[in-house]
Structures are given as C-alpha cells and as structure tokens.
C-alpha cells in the first residue's frame, strides 16, 4: 500500500482519536489535515469537566502548537474556520465507562465513526498502579466496548508499545498476548485479581488514613512489584500488555490493530524539521547531540544497541575504543555500536 492509497483511505470518513493532546496525538491530527483536507470530521476526545474546557485544551495544546504552522500558512485566514469544520472536542475519559458521555451524544457519535485510533495512555514507567491499569487497562478495555457499538466501524487502531515484551533475548515474534499469559513460566495472571487488589489496597489505606505521600508511594511500589511477579521490568509495560490481552479477548469481530512502537522522539522533515515536544526517554540525548554539549557517552562495546526513531535515525561512528564523535540527524543509520551503560 502506497502513501497515496493511505492518504486516499482518510477521504470522507470520521475518526476518534483519544490521546491527541500527547505528543504522537497532534502529529496525528496535524498530519491528516495536512495531507487529508477532506477527512470528514476527526472527534478528540479530552480530559475536561465540559465542552468549552475541551475546546479551549485543543486550541492550547493541539492546534495552537508551532506544529500546526505550516497548516496555518497554508489555510491563513480560514485556518480557525477549517479547524472548527474538522474538529470536533468531546469532553471525556478512556477510564470511565461510555467515556462519561451522556448516552444522546454516545448514540449520536457511535453512528458517526469509521475508524477509532487509541493513543492515550499513561506513559511514566512507575506510575501508581491504579493510574496505570484505569489508563491502560480499563481504558482499553472502553475503547473496545465503545467500537463494538459503531455501526460502520472500519478499524480499530491501538497504540502499544514495543516494550510489552519485557527484557528478552533472541527472536521475538510478532504475536498478540493470550488472556493470562505472563513473561515469567510457571505464573497466570488474572486481570480481575488484579482489579480487585488494586481497589482492596486502597480501601486499606483509606481505612489507615494514609497520607497522599504514603499512597501514592504504596502504589507506585504494588506496581512495580506486580509487574516483576509476573515477568515484566515496569508498572507501564505491565499495564500496556493487559491492555492488550483485553482487546484481544473482547474484540469479537472488531477490525482491531495493535501497533508497537518502540521510541518515538523528534521529527525530520515534515511539517517541522527536529520538532519535539517535552524530554522523554532519549530526547536528553538528541538535544545533547544537537547542542554539541554532549561529546560522547560510554557504551560497552561487545554489544549492539538499536534505536529505534519516529521519522529520524541518527548516525555515529567510532572513533576509538570510547569516544563517539557528535553527529546531526541524518537518514543514513539507525544503528549504534554499543548499548547504554
């Protein structure tokens, strides 16, 4: 399938798209307004007590961003007309159930959407666990519910990580989690042990009259001590795989895509060359590199680590057995000898 069939595919259809004030979100928006003018209406759905709130979020965090530049250049007066046209702001919640959406607008909108895309997500790695799992387990798990009443749903699009294969070695296949299935041999995990846990841990706190310090430690650390039980490094990754054990296990005969990046950092080329949005993972790195105030890092040789990068790969080349010289973006490379240390 070729760009033009992609960007063909978007003509006249309705999207939900969850997640879209992060960082993957308003590139996503941007890029089908950018390059689909006539997709028919992309719904966001936002974290806000009502309308006007969700409204005004995306004109801050979306539309109002240096990346919708070259979008305002190109539809100048008529940029807040075309993006009132296409944009439609819901005012709810992956956590709650139906989104919080009163049931007219639930009804009206179930019978608008062709193609869903769930970006949103918690992505701190040792986020207090219930966060975690409202987020990305029962968030998943509405996501799905609410597709599976979408009268011409054409696709449902989930955002995961590459990473809800744990620490591993070896060939590692492409395959969907299994209700249950866990990374450590010998375990199970029941999703609904793992609800029930998490809402008896806080009525124990509740009921001990914790401190929010306190809860908010406990929490962090009944997640990270989970996720190890059962074989996986992290509260986030955890979460992200039972996410997708749910949609696996509920989707029926929804049209459902997983999709597992790994890293996604700056961009390359289009609509802003080396945007990025806030330091996440190894963005301390890039703009290190770009602001020549990291020389070189330490890596242990004998290994090789593969970055992985949205639209830009980065290339270095060694020097000596301990330096590696600054480079700027090029498209040459995604490989660097060596791995973190």
């Not at 974290?47 to 965090?61: G, M, N, V, Y």
């Not at 590459?162 to 989690?177: C, M, N």
Request: overall charge neutral; some cysteine.
């Amino acid at each position: 399938m070729d760009a033009d069939m992609v960007v063909g595919y978007f003509g006249g259809k309705s999207m939900l798209i969850t997640g879209s004030t992060g960082f993957l979100g308003k590139v996503l928006v941007e890029k089908i307004l950018r390059v689909q003018p006539d997709v028919k209406k992309l719904f966001l759905l936002v974290r806000a007590p009502d309308i006007e709130s969700a409204k005004l979020r995306i004109q801050t965090e979306v539309t109002g961003r240096e990346i919708f530049l070259v979008l305002k250049e190109k539809h100048g007066m008529g940029f807040d007309d075309f993006i009132e046209e296409k944009i439609c702001p819901l005012a709810g919640d992956i956590m709650y159930e139906n989104f919080g959406l009163d049931t007219a607008n639930l009804r009206e909108l179930s019978k608008d959407i062709d193609i869903i895309v769930n970006i949103a997500a918690t992505t701190n790695f040792s986020e207090r666990y219930d966060v975690a799992f409202d987020a990305n387990v029962l968030g998943a798990k509405h996501v799905c519910a609410f597709a599976r009443k979408c009268t011409k749903l054409k696709m449902l699009l989930h955002v995961s990580t590459a990473y809800v294969a744990g620490e591993q070695e070896g060939l590692i296949l492409e395959k969907p989690f299994l209700m249950g299935e866990t990374l450590k041999e010998g375990t199970h995990l029941d999703i609904e042990s793992e609800l029930n846990l998490i809402r008896e841990t806080r009525r124990e706190l509740k009921a001990n009259c914790s401190l929010e310090k306190a809860e908010r430690r406990t929490m962090k650390e009944l997640g990270l001590k989970r996720a190890r039980q059962f074989g996986w490094p992290n509260t986030y990754v955890f979460t992200k795989a039972m996410g997708e054990m749910l949609l696996g296990h509920l989707r029926g005969e929804l049209p459902v895509v997983i999709l597992r990046p790994s890293i996604i950092t700056s961009i390359l080329k289009e609509p802003l060359p080396g945007w990025m949005e806030g330091i996440r993972t190894i963005d301390a790195v890039v703009i290190g590199y770009a602001k020549q105030t990291l020389p070189f890092f330490l890596v242990d040789l004998s290994l090789i680590m593969d970055v992985v990068i949205k639209f830009a790969y980065y290339k270095v080349t060694q020097i000596n057995a301990r330096t590696y010289p600054v480079r700027y973006p090029t498209v040459l490379d995604n490989r660097f000898r060596g791995t973190w240390w």
